[in-house]
């Protein structure tokens, strides 16, 4: 299993950032997905899941109306879209890959999640 993120970078309070992870390895079209944040100093955070299908999502209160998490099944890629960052959404972002056959709604725990990528760094700063 491999998961490769990328799309990080700096950008101002407001602004806006697309996340990609390239998925290889495994059925990216049958396996529910996940991303989730961790700051410096700080937990492994959940951010947003989306069921195998795209039928289903799931945010974190903090960014519900924020982020919009998809995914192309014909790339094997998913994505995390992000307007009107803010400060606090400084973090380096990961994916996750959800076990097979299990259900995703719910699942907010990094040990619901089984292969992660590397993460890319997110900076929201003036």
């Known amino acids: 299993v491999q998961l490769q993120a990328s799309g990080g970078g700096l950008v101002q309070p407001g602004g806006s950032l697309r996340l990609s992870c390239a998925a290889s390895g495994f059925t990216f079209s049958s396996t529910g997905m996940g991303w989730f944040r961790q700051a410096p100093g700080k937990e492994r955070e959940f951010v947003a899941s989306i069921t195998w299908s795209g039928g289903n999502t799931y945010y974190a209160a903090s960014v519900k109306g924020r982020f919009t998490i998809s995914r192309d099944n014909a790339k094997n890629t998913l994505y995390l879209q992000m307007n009107n960052l803010k400060s606090e959404d400084t973090a380096v972002y990961l994916c996750?890959?959800?076990?097979?056959?299990?259900?995703?709604?719910?699942?907010?725990?990094?040990?619901?999640?089984?292969?992660w990528g590397q993460g890319t760094q997110v900076t929201v700063s003036s």
């Open positions: 996750a890959t959800r076990p097979r056959g299990l259900p995703l709604a719910g699942t907010t725990r990094p040990t619901d999640y089984d292969y």
